[in-house]
């Protein structure tokens, strides 16, 4: 079964424009910035008195973003659900109303809103990049896109590992540290707020990573941080899935998760959900099999996954 309530972030973005608006006295959509392609980036703050609340005020932000790959579907329903979560249970859950009365919370379902856009083409279902036209032929083919998590300034092609320079490479690293719109988006923005934290959601390894993705031999002085927000594999904060420093997945450079905590302070940590629920739930040991999974990057259809695993737990861990 596909569950598509959207066409695309155009009508993503009315649906949490209009949450917002229907939340006056805790929420405010702001247009962040626009893609490459001049579409609008959008946040929607939630924070006691959203309207007048000063930015950087003391209230400590903290920013929970999707969709940096096009494909990765799941992400941005889980942020736009999270929203969701936050909006309905003010004034109903206690532990939410306070977390909403001090903390000043952000919600970003798509970043990558042109790449998003193309996945709605049965044609483009796997894009991951953005919408970059690398050859300026007009054409978007395999050759054309930056991948926004190796565009950071921070490391940026440190090595010929962690990201390519190639064009046609799922993790391009784009022509110049930072040459997107997308990446520059990003950053300026984090860079005017300073949140505490990032959660920067991916799919779809069923990990939890974080610290330095540009190398593993030295552990970053925040990974203890991490770890107590995290868990251990006996008892991760989220059932099922691993904590583990983001560089023994595979090494990367120009990522987002290095460029925020090293350039601006945030911790930021990359929650990769899964694709599909049934390797969580049947044996959560387990590596996500494509195989197993009959709604393999479709919209999850369970409600339950991502508000009792991600919402619960991880926004309340912080
Ligand atoms: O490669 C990525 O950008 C992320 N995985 S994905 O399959 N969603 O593309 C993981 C980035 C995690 N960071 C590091 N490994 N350093
Ligand atoms: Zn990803």
């Known amino acids: 079964k596909v569950y598509r309530p959207y066409s695309g972030a155009g009508n993503l973005r009315e649906e949490i424009v209009k949450a917002a608006a229907a939340h006056p006295g805790i929420a405010k959509a702001v247009d962040i910035g626009t893609s490459l392609k001049g579409k609008p980036i959008t946040a929607v703050r939630v924070t006691k008195g959203a309207r007048t609340y000063p930015t950087r005020g003391p209230r400590p932000a903290v920013v929970y973003q999707a969709t940096q790959h096009a494909r990765e579907w799941i992400t941005a329903e889980t942020v736009r659900r999270q929203l969701h979560y936050f909006l309905d249970n003010y004034g109903k859950n206690a532990e939410i109303t306070k977390l909403v009365d001090t903390t000043d919370l952000w919600f970003i379902p798509v970043v990558n809103v042109d790449g998003y856009d193309l996945t709605f083409d049965p044609d483009n279902r796997m894009w991951r990049k953005n919408a970059r036209d690398n050859d300026g032929d007009g054409k978007l083919t395999t050759a054309d896109g930056v991948d926004i998590n190796r565009n950071f300034p921070h490391k940026w092609g440190y090595d010929n590992e962690g990201s390519s320079p190639s064009p046609d490479s799922q993790t ?147």
């Open 172 to 318: 391009y690293r784009g022509a110049a540290p930072g040459s997107e719109p997308e990446t520059k988006v990003q950053d300026a923005f984090v860079k005017r707020l300073r949140p505490k934290y990032l959660i920067n959601y991916h799919s779809a390894a069923e990990l939890l990573l974080y610290g330095v993705g540009w190398q593993q031999q030295t552990p970053s002085p925040d990974d203890h941080i991490f770890r107590a927000l995290l868990g251990d594999d006996d008892k991760p904060a989220v059932p099922g899935y691993d904590p583990d420093l983001a560089a023994e997945l595979y090494i990367t450079n120009g990522d987002t998760d290095g460029h925020m905590t090293e350039r601006h302070g945030t911790l930021t940590f990359t929650p990769e959900m899964a694709t599909c629920q049934t390797a969580s739930a049947a044996d959560p040991d387990d590596q996500w099999k494509p195989e197993d999974c009959a709604s393999v990057f479709h919209f999850p259809d369970d409600e339950k996954l991502i508000q009792q695993e991600f919402t619960k737990n991880l926004p309340l861990a912080l």
